[in-house]
């Protein structure tokens, strides 16, 4: 978004001029603020000058829908100045269209804390949906907050499988105390225990992994950690890095935050090796390359925050399908636009339409179907 248009936004959303699309928008910065710029960023006497400076300008927000906003406003000041000094929302807009409601359905909400857990006997639970994920340990499996799932020993032996379906994310602590957090329609296979020569799971979808470094106990060297997807290995000493491996993406893709990574094909001897702020891609053909990519970007998920950079119209639907659990199907060719800025994944399906503004499509609603058609005649 160009200068002049925020500051115009901010304006009406002051006078409460606003569209009820338009204020949720300018809520959804504040929102989003607190996980995508680093407190370090801004000194106390910053947010103190900025957060004086927004309170004078902005209406006070309803006691009960937007306390959580209140509590952010000096994250929301600081947004306010970077907005207004840069692009911030959706650009490369088309034409014209707009959202059409229809069936029983009229909005659908965001996705949660949401996943199942099948043990080795087949045996699946429906994990806690007020829990953020679990802890993998040496008499069986509980919740972050220490209260048990499976109170079993002998599942340290077994393999698990963490299943997170579309609408969903949770998280994961493996048994080397190593981190996981899998994006919606995911799915992570992993022991109950590892052994001393390695540590291997193997990862369908998205997640984002914090690798404990840990030493084997007879010659102290580094015991590596795997990743093994669709088409690649991502070897591992003791990093963080996200995959990328949904079966209806075009590449399988890496990318490093910390530490180093090599990242290769189950077959041949091509590998790249990754540096943080880069990644790798492998195609369907095993071709590996790798290139600097933007970390805010591809790991704003794990920070429920939707990251858009460029992003074409179907990869944006994809994210969609997956986050809000619907299907999308397309009459016509699917559009050409592409989309540049940032949102919270809180907001629900419709207003995420909303905010992407006028297109050359038209949606259409009907209980878990997204109907897009392109021919506006």
């Known amino acids: 978004m160009e200068k002049a248009r925020a500051r115009e936004l901010l304006e009406r959303y002051r006078d409460g001029r606003c569209s009820d699309a338009e204020r949720r928008q300018v809520e959804s910065w504040y929102l989003q603020m607190a ?10 006497a910053d947010y103190a000058r900025v957060d004086k400076n927004l309170r004078s300008r902005l209406p006070e927000m309803q006691q009960t829908k937007e306390k959580r906003l209140r509590s952010l406003l000096p994250y929301a000041a600081a947004l306010a100045i970077v907005c207004l000094s840069t692009w911030w929302f959706i650009t490369n807009r088309p034409a014209e269209g707009g959202l059409v409601m229809r069936g029983a359905t009229e909005d659908i909400l965001p996705g949660g804390n949401r996943a199942f857990l099948t043990l080795a006997d087949g045996n699946t639970l429906e994990l806690s949906e007020t829990q953020p994920g679990i802890v993998i340990g040496n008499d069986g499996v509980s919740y972050t907050n220490g209260s048990t799932v499976v109170d079993d020993p002998s599942l340290a032996t077994q393999i698990q499988t963490l299943t997170v379906p579309n609408g969903g994310t949770y998280q994961l602590t493996l048994p080397d105390g190593s981190k996981v957090w899998l994006n919606a329609a995911s799915t992570l296979r992993y022991p109950g225990r590892f052994d001393d020569s390695e540590r291997v799971v193997e990862l369908d979808g998205e997640a984002y992994f914090s690798v404990s470094k840990i030493r084997n106990r007879q010659n102290g060297q580094t015991v590596p950690f795997k990743v093994l997807s669709a088409g690649q290995v991502v070897q591992v000493l003791g990093t963080e890095f996200n995959v990328l491996s949904y079966a209806d993406e075009p590449e399988v893709k890496t990318t490093l935050v910390e530490g180093s990574v090599r990242v290769g094909t189950p077959v041949g001897n091509t590998s ?17 390359k790798k290139a600097k990519v933007s970390l805010k970007k591809e790991i704003a998920w794990k920070s429920g925050v939707f990251y858009f950079e460029e992003t074409t119209f179907a990869e944006l639907m994809r994210q969609a399908g997956r986050w809000y659990d619907i299907e999308i199907r397309y ?10 800025g940032v949102m919270s994944r809180q907001v629900s399906l419709k ?3 909303e905010f992407l503004g006028e297109s050359t499509a038209k949606f259409t609603l009907k209980g878990k179907t997204l109907t897009i058609d392109s021919d506006m005649h």
Not at 35 to 44: F, G, I, K, N, R
Not at 272 to 288: A, D, F, I, K, M
């Open 331 to 340: 009459i016509n060719d699917v559009p050409q636009a592409s989309f540049s």
């Open 272 to 288: 790249v090796v990754l540096l943080p702020g880069e990644q790798s891609s492998v195609s369907t053909q095993g071709v590996v």
């Open 351 to 353: 207003t995420l339409i």
């Open 35 to 44: 996980d995508t710029m680093s407190d370090a960023a801004l000194t106390e």
